[in-house]
């Protein structure tokens, strides 16, 4: 008797310090190349783990949506504590389900939620070193908080985009930012930004622009000519990767 195939949903928790993104890269260590080892391993085959989208290099996630098809019976639960068991403990496994067998992380996602953590006293702890951004230098901060909702709305993020293997294809820079907001929390200053989704780097380069609004180098004014239709302004500056979380992904 054939095994009927399956579509298995999950989420999953990384610490990306020391991957090189989520997309599988010969001979680099990457979180969708460690799962599709340790799930192939289990199925007996190889397998592809898809995700909701490709964090860089050292982008942590709280909870990456991902799939993968497979014929093995083990139950979800099982199936979590097999993958855990192998996994390194920089990368769990969390909340496992079946789904349907044409379910897709990334193209069936509707909202994606990011937040980075600028950590802004003197001396940064070096339990937190990994998953911060240390800033400790002067920045008005109500500047940045006023400027952090310029972003909200349907723009054109070319300006806040890397390049990208696949600009060939000459895809829309056009997303959707529902909501973009700085706010303190004892020692950190945290953005937290939810779209329709991602360009490449492009929520480093928001902070990294909002960041010079706080310096004094960039105005209101030098936000929105960003977002203006074909704007021909470089991206950048970008903030490093540390403080980068993928908090959540809705559909």
């Given at each position: 008797?054939l095994?009927?195939?399956?579509?298995?949903r999950?989420?999953?928790?990384?610490?990306?310090?020391?991957?090189h993104g989520?997309q599988?890269q010969?001979?680099?260590p990457?979180?969708q190349?460690?799962l599709e080892e340790?799930?192939?391993?289990?199925e007996?085959?190889p397998?592809?783990?898809?995700?909701?989208?490709?964090?860089?290099?050292?982008?942590?996630?709280?909870?990456?949506v991902?799939a993968?098809s497979?014929e093995?019976p083990?139950p979800?639960d099982?199936?979590r504590?097999a993958v855990?068991?192998?996994l390194?403990?920089?990368?769990?496994?969390?909340?496992?389900?079946e789904?349907?067998?044409?379910?897709?992380?990334?193209f069936?996602?509707r909202?994606?939620?990011?937040?980075?953590?600028i950590?802004r006293?003197?001396v940064?702890?070096?339990f937190?070193?990994r998953?911060?951004?240390?800033?400790?230098?002067p920045?008005?901060?109500s500047?940045?908080?006023q400027?952090?909702?310029l972003?909200?709305?349907?723009h054109?993020f070319?300006?806040?985009a890397?390049s990208d293997?696949?600009?060939?294809?000459?895809g829309?820079k056009v997303?959707?930012?529902?909501?973009?907001?700085f706010?303190?929390?004892?020692?950190?200053?945290?953005?937290r930004?939810s779209?329709s989704?991602?360009?490449?780097?492009?929520?480093?380069?928001?902070?990294?622009v909002?960041l010079?609004v706080?310096k004094?180098?960039?105005?209101?004014?030098?936000?929105?000519a960003?977002l203006?239709?074909q704007s021909?302004i470089?991206p950048?500056?970008?903030?490093?990767s540390?403080?980068?979380?993928?908090?959540?992904?809705?559909y």
């Amino acid at each position: 008797m054939l095994a009927c195939p399956r579509r298995l949903r999950f989420e999953v928790a990384y610490d990306g310090t020391d991957f090189h993104g989520w997309q599988v890269q010969p001979g680099l260590p990457t979180i969708q190349g460690t799962l599709e080892e340790i799930v192939g391993s289990i199925e007996g085959c190889p397998v592809h783990v898809a995700g909701s989208g490709r964090t860089d290099a050292g982008v942590h996630a709280l909870a990456q949506v991902a799939a993968v098809s497979i014929e093995n019976p083990i139950p979800v639960d099982n199936f979590r504590r097999a993958v855990n068991r192998l996994l390194p403990h920089t990368i769990r496994i969390n909340h496992v389900s079946e789904t349907a067998l044409d379910f897709h992380p990334r193209f069936d996602a509707r909202r994606k939620t990011y937040e980075y953590r600028i950590f802004r006293e003197e001396v940064c702890p070096p339990f937190d070193r990994r998953f911060v951004y240390h800033h400790p230098y002067p920045l008005n901060e109500s500047a940045i908080c006023q400027a952090a909702p310029l972003l909200e709305g349907e723009h054109d993020f070319r300006a806040f985009a890397a390049s990208d293997e696949r600009d060939a294809a000459g895809g829309s820079k056009v997303r959707t930012i529902f909501s973009s907001r700085f706010e303190r929390n004892g020692a950190l200053l945290i953005y937290r930004v939810s779209g329709s989704g991602f360009l490449k780097h492009m929520v480093r380069n928001l902070v990294g622009v909002l960041l010079e609004v706080g310096k004094g180098n960039y105005t209101a004014d030098d936000v929105r000519a960003r977002l203006q239709p074909q704007s021909t302004i470089p991206p950048g500056p970008a903030v490093p990767s540390s403080g980068l979380f993928l908090v959540s992904v809705e559909y």
